[in-house]
């Protein structure tokens, strides 16, 4: 997935280490949480995960382990975008909760859509996960209704039956 604005997103909490942003959220020390993914089988964590098949480990580390669908977003290496990656297999019944990480230069952000109470509702209601919900709305034919939905301040009624046109 593909996102064009990061201002769509509230910077929660901010680190140059990314296992410790993680741990922070999980309300574990950071060394238990290396500690369990280094037992899990991710041996090399002296270094942050450089291209997308490690990312993608660790994304289903800590899924499998914690039960939390991570979302990471970096920037993508052509152009201003960012490229949002996320375990598409994930049960989101099962997960406990979705973390949000964005790179940011040599450091890290844990972010939140801006407008994400209304993403959840929508991917709840029509059964599906809310990253296929914003993938599928930041297609260039519904460009419009993306950049409305993650403005973070709602949607009209007219809007919300056209996403769920979308979906039928």
């Given at each position: ?15 140059s ?22 037992n ?5 964590l002296?270094?942050?995960?450089s ?17 939390i ?9 052509f ?13 989101l ?23 994400l109470?209304?993403?959840?509702a ?19 034919d519904y ?10 301040q ?6 919300l ?8």
């Amino acid at each position: 997935l593909s996102i064009d604005n990061m201002q769509n997103y509230s910077v929660i909490q901010e680190d140059s280490d990314l296992f410790k942003l993680i741990s922070n959220d999980l309300g574990y020390l950071r060394s238990e949480v290396i500690k369990r993914l280094e037992n899990f089988g991710l041996f090399d964590l002296s270094t942050v995960p450089s291209n997308d098949d490690q990312v993608f480990e660790l994304i289903e580390a800590i899924y499998l382990l914690f039960s939390i669908n991570l979302i990471i977003i970096l920037k993508s290496p052509f152009g201003k975008n960012w490229r949002m990656l996320t375990l598409e297999r994930a049960d989101l019944n099962e997960a406990g909760k979705t973390l949000w990480i964005q790179e940011d230069g040599a450091g890290f952000r844990k972010v939140v859509p801006k407008n994400l109470c209304v993403v959840y509702a929508i991917s709840k209601a029509l059964r599906r996960r809310p990253d296929e919900v914003i993938s599928v709305l930041s297609r260039e034919d519904y460009r419009d209704l993306y950049a409305e939905l993650m403005q973070g301040q709602g949607l009209e009624l007219a809007r919300l039956e056209l996403i769920f046109d979308i979906f039928s």
